[in-house]
């Protein structure tokens, strides 16, 4: 444990500026998985995603079936840790949203898609905060961009996001999240390396943020390694672990072709 908070502690002193840069001017790709933001790629039809994380701050489930052509159905189950240095006792956040690819190229690299939901996704969470299901609910749109023969990928994701029943007299607070992301593919073998800056304005806000990490893909398994931070030094998920599984496609109403 100490040699993990000597490493975040190193990872915190990555001037934010040149975290910036890189997310900047490099682009990204692939499920979300412990990412905050994502692209315009579904499964294909039947196929389920089972996605787990564990990290410094919390740990993650999720279960996503693409049900019917060009949809995905998500639930993600995160449970926040005791922090006795913020008095916070341990507790657990439903997310359910759906997805939906609006268009894609051949290669899959471009395309566009949008998520409707309720819950709250933790990196556009501000500290302290409590929101549950159905008590925040957020529209987000995903366009998805290749550049240099598909090695590079950008994704940006901007949203809304509207907090029920806030403050003294119970107001709705709105706010607008972005993320952007990028995905470097051919240094590493079967791997991307990614980085992805977020955050969110407006009454519902949130400190902006970075993530960097190192992304394996096999057409069954997705290993995914991140440090995340937010800019100021204030807090941010820390190092996260995170394996994606996709089944076979079994999972489909109407049955599967």
Request: glycine share 12%; charged share 20%; proline share 4%.
């Amino acid at each position: 444990m100490k040699f993990i908070k000597q490493i975040k502690n190193a990872g915190r002193a990555i001037p934010a500026l040149l975290v910036l840069i890189f997310v900047l001017a490099y682009p990204s790709s692939s499920t979300a998985q412990q990412f905050n933001g994502d692209n315009q790629w579904v499964a294909p039809h039947g196929v389920a995603t089972l996605v787990g994380t564990v990290g410094e701050e919390y740990s993650q489930a999720y279960l996503v079936a693409a049900l019917v052509p060009e949809w995905e159905f998500n639930l993600q189950l995160t449970h926040y840790y005791e922090d006795a240095a913020a008095d916070s006792d341990s507790f657990d956040v439903a997310n359910i949203y759906v997805k939906h690819r609006l268009s894609e190229n051949e290669a899959g690299t471009t395309g566009y898609a949008f998520f409707l939901g309720t819950g709250v996704f933790p990196d556009h969470r501000e500290l302290g905060e409590r929101m549950q299901a159905f008590e925040s609910w957020y529209a987000q749109g995903v366009g998805t961009y290749g550049f240099l023969d598909d090695k590079v990928l950008l994704d940006v994701v901007p949203g809304v996001v509207a907090n029920m029943d806030q403050g003294v007299e119970g107001d709705t607070a709105w706010g607008f999240t972005y993320t952007t992301r990028l995905a470097v593919y051919g240094v590493i073998p079967s791997s991307a390396i990614v980085a992805e800056a977020f955050g969110t304005t407006g009454e519902a806000k949130s400190e902006p943020g970075y993530r960097i990490g190192i992304r394996w893909e096999s057409p069954k398994w997705v290993i995914a390694g991140t440090f995340s931070e937010r800019f100021d030094g204030k807090g941010g998920a820390g190092f996260e672990l995170g394996i994606l599984y996709f089944t076979d496609p079994h999972f489909c109403f109407g049955g599967c072709r």
